[in-house]
T-cell receptor, first 111, second 113 residues
């Protein structure tokens, strides 16, 4: 089955620690996205990538980093510089002008 | 400023009843509008997508309408089921250099037996 796989489903971060969220897709989509979802707010764009080896900052990129070394993979690192990382993180992929396909998310909490 | 506003924030209805969710947007230039359903703890799933020239689009018991002149869209759910309990998110796309998506904050629907 084609789709987007995010892992892990739940993640805990200790203070001062960097953590990496995985996102893999087998839909052959060029574009991939990372969003943060907080209660009562719309999805906010962290980073996006239109092609391999290229990515752009979204609206709330501070404290996050990404890489796009392969078309299928777009991992997100939440660094220790992100002071309020507790949220639900969603990865998506899309062809131009088509609906985004979303993964099932990773819930990140602080220990 | 490009914005998408949804109403109501939350809604409770009885199983079998119909309901309508609203989406108003100020995004320009408009490319298309999508409705997503998001179950708790899951990723959003696309229900419908409409371009500027489309007025209505159906997906089973879900019917979306679009009035591009007034920049309003609605999602009508017919004969609601318990499984319709979810958040419904309106997303408007536009092109500004690259392809961009603006998300509404969603309407949380609860269907009671």
């Amino acid at each position: 089955d084609g789709g987007i796989t995010q892992s892990p489903k739940y993640l805990f971060r200790k203070e001062g620690q960097n953590v990496t969220l995985s996102c893999e897709q087998n839909l052959n989509h060029d574009a991939m996205y990372w969003y943060r979802q907080d209660p009562g707010q719309g999805l906010r764009l962290i980073y996006y990538s239109q092609i391999v080896n290229d990515f752009q900052k979204g609206d709330i990129a501070e404290g996050y980093s990404v890489s796009r070394e392969k078309k299928e993979s777009f991992p997100l690192t939440v660094t220790s510089a992100q002071k309020n990382p507790t949220a639900f993180y969603l990865c998506a992929s899309a062809r131009r002008d088509q609906p985004q396909h979303f993964g099932d998310g990773t819930r990140l909490s602080i220990l | 400023k490009n914005q998408v506003e949804q109403s109501p924030q939350s809604l409770i209805i009885l199983e079998g009843k119909n309901c309508t969710l609203q989406c108003n947007y100020t995004v320009s230039p408009f490319s298309n509008l999508r409705w997503y359903k998001q179950d708790t703890g899951r990723g959003p799933v696309s229900l419908t997508i409409m371009t500027f020239s489309e007025n209505t689009k159906s997906n089973g018991r879900y019917t979306a309408t679009l009035d591009a002149d007034t920049k309003q869209s609605s999602l009508h759910i017919t004969a609601s089921q318990l499984s319709d309990s979810a958040s419904y998110i309106c997303v408007v796309s536009f092109v500004s250099g690259t392809y961009k998506y603006i998300f509404g904050t969603g309407t949380r629907l609860k269907v009671l037996a």
